[in-house]
T-cell receptor, first 113, second 114 residues
Framework: GESVGLHLPTLSVQEGDNSIINCAYS??????FIWYKQESGKGPQFIID?????DKRQGQRVTVLLNKTVKHLSLQIAATQPGDSAVYFC????????????FGKGTHLIIQP | KAGVTQTPRYLIKTRGQQVTLSCSPI?????VSWYQQTPGQGLQFLFE???????NKGNFPGRFSGRQFSNSRSEMNVSTLELGDSALYLC?????????????FGPGTRLLVL
């Protein structure tokens, strides 16, 4: 079935390095993508979003890249900090409507001191 | 501005019982969506309410239902609980006036069915 997936369940990076978390989606009708961060015991926290008419969007220390040709989404975190440790989910919304978000399984980002 | 709040935070029920969970959206947000999160299935969309009407529904059995009140607060109900209903139930709110609205999540209600 069509779903949003992630390439790696766990990603370990050194503090201060840049992190790249990847996501693949299969539904070409998806037109809105969001990255969420979920810390233990908390609900998902919005990080950044991007619409399908864009290729790149930058926030504070984060950048989302969208490659519609290969249906790939990535989240780049600059100068990773201990507080970045969490599970990261990509989510997609199809058709620009009120449909619920479809989430990937998540990538656990571990920061090594 | 206060975030999305959910009550209760933790709940223990036994099989066959029913449960009602509550969600208060961010002030001004008219859309409330519900999700179920489990280790095996991840985050799955249950349903979405906007202006007291269910606008969209995920692939869950009829035991899962919800409603929204005129102040945008929402409740979801699960009847005849099964062990597999044990999960973190998350509520998210958004402005809801267009499909591009970012959804902001509450802390969730952790339900354990024994």
């Amino acid at each position: 079935g069509e779903s949003v997936g992630l390439h790696l369940p766990t990603l370990s990076v050194q503090e201060g390095d840049n992190s790249i978390i990847n996501c693949a989606y299969s539904n070409s009708a998806s037109d809105y993508f969001i990255w969420y961060k979920q810390e233990s015991g908390k609900g998902p926290q919005f990080i950044i979003d991007i619409r399908s008419n864009m290729d790149k969007r930058q926030g504070q220390r984060v950048t989302v890249l969208l490659n519609k040709t290969v249906k790939h989404l990535s989240l780049q975190i600059a100068a990773t900090q201990p507080g970045d440790s969490a599970v990261y989910f990509c989510a997609e919304n199809m058709g620009g409507g009120a449909d619920g978000l479809t989430f990937g399984k998540g990538t656990h980002l571990i920061i090594q001191p | 501005k206060a975030g999305v709040t959910q009550t209760p935070r933790y709940l223990i029920k036994t099989r066959g019982q029913q449960v009602t969970l509550s969600c208060s959206p961010i002030s001004g947000h008219r859309s409330v969506s519900w999700y179920q999160q489990t280790p095996g299935q991840g985050l799955q969309f249950l349903f979405e309410y906007f202006s007291e009407t269910q606008r969209n529904k995920g692939n869950f059995p009829g035991r899962f239902s919800g409603r929204q009140f005129s102040n945008s607060r929402s409740e979801m109900n699960v009847s005849t609980l099964e062990l597999g209903d044990s999960a973190l139930y998350l509520c998210a709110s958004s402005l809801g006036t267009s499909g591009w609205g970012t959804q902001y999540f509450g802390p969730g209600t952790r339900l354990l069915v024994l």
